[in-house]
């Protein structure tokens, strides 16, 4: 089983991206992906977040519609993630 | 690579383990967070940086924004900060009157590069000049956005617009004017300073311009100014994710970041 | 304070300090300059500010900053000037910012300018028109006062000769009552409050949901406010012999003056004829003037250009008697603005040609 060191999460507000993909290469662990099939209501694809984010919030600085509020554990937390993941894949290139 | 591989954590919520906020969704100061600009435009991401510093600095009830004409004037009137709206190219002239008549207050003007460096080039060089103590804050996407992506006095060689749809080259259409660098040269400037929104490390080094030049106003010392580079995708042709890379090779290029002029700092 | 005897730009100045103007921008044009060297002389002593403008958009532009911080402010230029200025004169009156503007012109053909709003769209001010130089002192004064009230910019509309004449002025501050209570000015206090003012051309309220500016709903309210301005503004004009007079001549400013005096003249010799001098160039004294026509044989339009305020004589008249053009631009060599037709004798001439015209010449009468 392996387990990523995670020292922070987000609260996302799906409804107000815009699906830029700014963050997607701005978070620094690469964390965050797009959905592929999955909209909102204004009909555009938006961020969701894996396990080892830092708290860093260069999210929230580099997004232009205020999609995230960024927490930063107390202590850091080890998530466990299946073994046959990768925890740096979906970065929207592919 | 399909999320369903992925283990995707709960976003919906804050988190029940023991956590501190470190940034939150619509910054202080402004009122609605939905605004219609383009996906992946940079403006926003200099307003909330704008506004702030000015929370930060408990200058709230000091402020005055003076607002020109563009795309970002979609913030002038969802801001809890009181708003002067000015004509394309005057806020200069406008903010130099709020500040005469009321030395107490901060004025800040918000412009595009097609608002100053077009139409309003002699009121904030005049204002510069002046040594006015307002800050003048230029967003530069090196395009007349709102209008549909025109060339402005600050599109580089090359680049490509609704009007310059094979590049600007120099025989038409002239040079690019260096804003920054044209007032880092008037002895009224007191801080001039260039930064960018397109990574989270510019966006960080850009508030501490902003910050900078704020205080500049706060202790009198004559006309501050930050020009931001920010993203316009939709004016420059490109996808979103390809403008931050597209505004260093191509904008940053040309109007390059950095302190051009402080008065304030001492030589090594 | 006694009278004193003062240069009519200083004493424009003068009268505009007294009124609280505390702020006041402007370019060196003639024959304007004279008021910003005045301004420039009296404000500092009392606090206020006077800028020297690089140009006219910055004069236009730093009045607008201040007035709408709630300062009084004034600025001005002659004809040309104001012409660059157009834009911004006409985007105050929408953005509902008060703001005094002079116009010490070189002639009477910015009639049109002044009146029918001289940049875009349909949005209307208030002009004053002095005769000489103690009405420009207490029509300033006024300005200052309507411009409050009715949250938009007013015009004074002078010339070359009341800036450049001495007269003995006794300038004391005059109250014309009470005003409204500014809840509006920016001062930088309402932010943070979740009421952050807010003072635009595109509209006056925030943004609550995903809707920005509704110009619309914004442009028809400003209209509605001006509607208010007109409807509660008093039309002002001097006039003189009207009872039984067969002829009237209209005419504002300084030939205004000159034809009061012919008028005064003529009538001493026997010619049946009264005058009608606006003050109010908007609003027209429209009523006045059709009062006046009503009962003449003809009415005569004398003003210094090639026909601007006839249109509004015409337009009063409105076919109860015959209006005749009997003006014209008159320039000396610089157009600065002393016209040489402008005296006693060439405005006698015309007018008895006029009364002549409707057969109201008694024997007698010199030409």
């Known amino acids: 089983m392996t387990t990523v060191r995670t020292r922070g999460t987000v609260v996302i507000d799906t409804e107000a991206c815009k699906g830029c993909d700014l963050c997607i290469d701005a978070c620094p662990p690469q964390v965050l992906v797009m959905t592929v099939h999955e909209l909102n209501d204004r009909g555009y694809r938006y961020p969701q977040l894996l396990a080892g984010c830092t708290g860093c919030k260069a999210c929230s600085q580099i997004c232009p519609d205020f999609v995230f509020q960024v927490y930063k554990y107390d202590t850091p937390i080890d998530i466990e993630v299946g073994d046959d993941v990768i925890a740096d894949a979906g970065t929207g290139e592919d | 690579m399909t999320n369903e591989l992925l283990r995707i954590l709960p976003t919906d919520a804050p988190p029940t383990e023991p956590a501190r906020l470190v940034d939150d969704f619509t910054p202080a100061l402004i009122d609605v967070g939905a605004h219609n600009l383009c996906p992946g435009c940079g403006e926003p991401i200099a307003m909330r940086s704008v506004m702030e510093v000015i929370a930060e600095k408990g200058l709230i009830q000091k402020a005055i924004a003076v607002f020109g004409i563009g795309c970002y004037t979609a913030f002038s009137n969802n801001l809890d900060c009181e708003v002067l709206q000015a004509l394309h190219g005057r806020a200069p002239s406008l903010a130099t009157g709020v500040k005469r008549a009321r030395p107490d207050t901060i004025a800040v003007t918000i412009q595009g590069d097609g608002d100053m460096v077009n139409e309003g080039l002699q009121e904030v060089v005049h204002a510069a000049a002046r040594g006015e103590k307002i800050t003048c804050i230029l967003l530069n996407n090196g395009v007349f956005g709102e209008t549909g992506g025109h060339m402005t006095a600050t599109t580089t060689l090359g680049q490509r617009t609704k009007n310059t749809l094979d590049g600007r080259n120099a025989a038409d259409h002239g040079y690019p004017i260096q804003m920054a660098s044209l007032l880092a040269g008037l002895e009224g400037s007191a801080y001039v300073a260039r930064g960018a929104v397109n990574t989270a490390g510019n966006v960080s080094r850009t508030k501490r311009m902003i910050e900078k030049a704020i205080e500049v106003q706060q202790q009198g010392l004559g006309f501050s100014f930050v020009e931001i580079l920010t993203m316009c995708p939709t004016g420059w042709f490109i996808e979103t994710q390809e403008a931050p890379e597209y505004l260093d090779d191509t904008i940053a290029a040309v109007h390059s970041g950095g302190v051009l002029k402080d008065i304030t700092s001492t030589p090594t | ?367």
Not at chain 3, 62 to 77: E, K, L, P, Q, V
Not at chain 3, 291 to 302: L, M
């Open chain 3, 1 to 367: 304070m006694a009278p004193r005897l003062m240069e009519g730009s200083e004493a424009i100045a003068e009268a505009m300090v007294t009124a609280g103007c505390r702020f006041f921008s402007g370019y060196p044009m003639t024959p304007f300059t004279e008021v910003l060297e005045g301004m420039a002389k009296k404000l500092p002593p009392v606090g206020g500010v006077c800028m020297n403008a690089e140009s006219e958009l910055e004069a236009i532009g730093m009045a607008w900053g201040a007035a709408a911080t709630g300062t009084r402010a004034a600025t001005g230029s002659t004809g040309q000037g104001l012409s660059l200025m157009q834009e911004s004169i006409t985007e105050l009156s929408i953005a509902r910012v008060p703001l005094v503007v002079l116009n010490m012109a070189r002639s009477q053909a910015e009639y049109w300018q002044a009146t029918r709003g001289g940049g875009h769209g349909d949005w209307r001010r208030i002009v004053l028109a002095p005769m000489d130089v103690t009405e420009a002192t207490e029509l300033a004064q006024l300005a200052f006062h309507l411009a409050d009230r009715w949250r938009n910019p007013v015009m004074l509309y002078g010339d070359y000769y009341i800036a450049h004449t001495y007269q003995s002025v006794d300038i004391r501050p005059l109250d014309f009552g009470p005003l409204p209570a500014n809840d509006w000015a920016l001062t930088g206090a309402t932010g943070g409050s979740g009421r952050a003012r807010l003072v635009s051309p595109l509209g006056d309220t925030k943004q609550r949901d995903d809707v920005g500016y509704d110009m619309s709903e914004y442009y028809h309210r400003v209209h509605d406010r001006q509607a208010e301005m007109i409807a509660g503004t008093e039309p002002m004009a001097e006039t003189g012999h009207l009872d039984d007079a067969e002829v009237v001549v209209v005419a504002f400013g300084t030939p205004g003056k000159f034809v009061r005096y012919v008028v005064n003249q003529l009538r001493d010799e026997g010619v049946p004829v009264g005058y009608v001098r606006p003050i109010t160039l908007f609003p027209f004294p429209t009523a006045t003037v059709l009062a006046a026509a009503e009962q003449a044989r003809v009415v005569g339009a004398y003003e210094n250009s090639a026909g601007q305020m006839v249109d509004d004589v015409r337009l009063a008249v409105l076919g109860a008697a015959p209006v005749e053009f009997i003006g014209g631009l008159t320039l000396d060599g610089s157009a600065f603005g002393i016209g040489p037709d402008i005296t006693v004798p060439e405005i006698r001439s015309r007018i008895l040609r006029l009364c002549e015209s409707a057969g109201c010449v008694p024997e007698g009468v010199a030409r």
